[in-house]
């Protein structure tokens, strides 16, 4: 088992930045992809970021040069970096791990963290 908890969601103002955390704990070895999505309510989930076991990162095409996703594997951590925040970007963010190829339907979600951004 893998427990995801997600941190640093907030409320910023339009241009602002804000940095998502999300610490793993449990069995955290065999991890192949980790992603962070995000929903506004009555919509479907969208896929923001994602992070592959090498290193390697896509992207939605809205948040491409704003956002970077990065992780720390000795802190078992998974970060978000959200620069030039819109308002569109306001929604529940979360977090997810897939354990083995391909990096779909994943194995573990987080609780979320609000972002708001105030235009």
């Known amino acids: 088992q893998v427990q995801l908890v997600e941190s640093g969601g907030g409320s910023v103002q339009a241009g602002g930045s804000l940095k998502l955390s999300c610490a793993a704990s449990g069995y955290t070895y065999s991890t192949y992809c980790m992603s962070w999505f995000r929903q506004v309510p009555g919509k479907e989930r969208e896929g923001v970021a994602r992070?592959?076991?090498?290193?390697?990162?896509s992207y939605a095409d809205s948040v491409k040069g704003r956002f970077t996703i990065s992780k720390d594997n000795a802190k078992n951590t998974l970060y978000l970096q959200m620069n030039s925040l819109k308002p569109e970007d306001t929604a529940m963010y979360y977090c997810?791990?897939?354990?083995?190829?391909?990096?779909?339907?994943?194995?573990?979600w987080g609780q979320g963290t609000q972002v708001t951004v105030s235009s």
């Open positions: 997810a791990t897939r354990r083995s190829a391909p990096c779909i339907s994943f194995d573990y």
């Open positions: 992070i592959y076991r090498d290193g390697s990162t």
